[in-house]
T-cell receptor, first 113, second 109 residues
């Protein structure tokens, strides 16, 4: 059974650009959550999708958006990139709506220069 | 408000026992997770506590007291490969996961 797959693994962008990150959850998983991780800050919750609907949203500006497709794959978009957006972006999938266990992808390391 | 506290860093000796504490204040509670994250890797699941008490799984055990908003992860017979960050997370009433900043555990020979 394949794990959670995130693409790309590494990305370098310049300020002002926009970026789209992709996450393919474990087959059969319907819940996908996105997190931003920076040194010393822990995992900061961005949003969660379940069955194509955004179920929860963290405290990030509107430049951060996401969506989920009918096959449960999810994308996250960041527009007008800022230097502070440099981080590891992690995607996690869960089998059910109760988040009883989240499986993480390897993450996308985004560097904004 | 939502708050999860755990020590930033701990150091322990190979072969010893270490206890990593986590206290939380959240809007509702459905369960508490512990995850392990090695540097440069994704977090991996260690344990999930819903009821009060101790859950043992090999060298790792996790304890929960809901009335005190407190949990700990106990690691026995420490090995060098246990050097990692340990993340505490709570699912709130809406099943959203709230994460602590993590505890970096350093194991010395």
């Amino acid at each position: 059974k394949a794990g959670v797959t995130q693409t790309p693994r590494y990305l370098i962008k310049t300020r002002g650009q926009q970026v789209t990150l992709s996450c393919s959850p474990i087959s059969g998983h319907r819940s996908v959550s996105w997190y931003q991780q920076t040194p010393g800050q822990g995992l900061q919750f961005l949003f969660e999708y379940f069955s194509e609907t955004q179920r929860n949203k963290g405290n990030f500006p509107g430049r951060f958006s996401g969506r989920q497709f009918s096959n449960s794959r999810s994308e996250m978009n960041v527009s007008t990139l800022e230097l502070g957006d440099s981080a590891l972006y992690l995607c996690a999938s869960s089998a059910d709506s109760l988040n009883t266990e989240a499986f993480f992808g390897q993450g996308t390391r985004l560097t904004v220069v | 408000g939502q708050n999860i506290d755990q020590p930033t860093e701990m150091t322990a000796t190979e072969g010893a026992i270490v206890q990593i504490n986590c206290t939380y204040q959240t809007s509702g509670f459905n369960g508490l997770f512990w995850y392990q994250q090695h540097a440069g890797e994704a977090p991996t699941f260690l344990s999930y506590n819903v009821l009060d008490g101790l859950e043992e799984k090999g060298r790792f055990s996790s304890f929960l007291s809901r009335s005190k908003g407190y949990s700990y992860l106990l690691l026995k017979e420490l090995q060098m490969k246990d050097s990692a960050s340990y993340l505490c997370a709570v699912t709130e009433g809406n099943y959203q996961l709230i994460w602590g900043a993590g505890t970096k555990l350093i194991i010395k020979p």
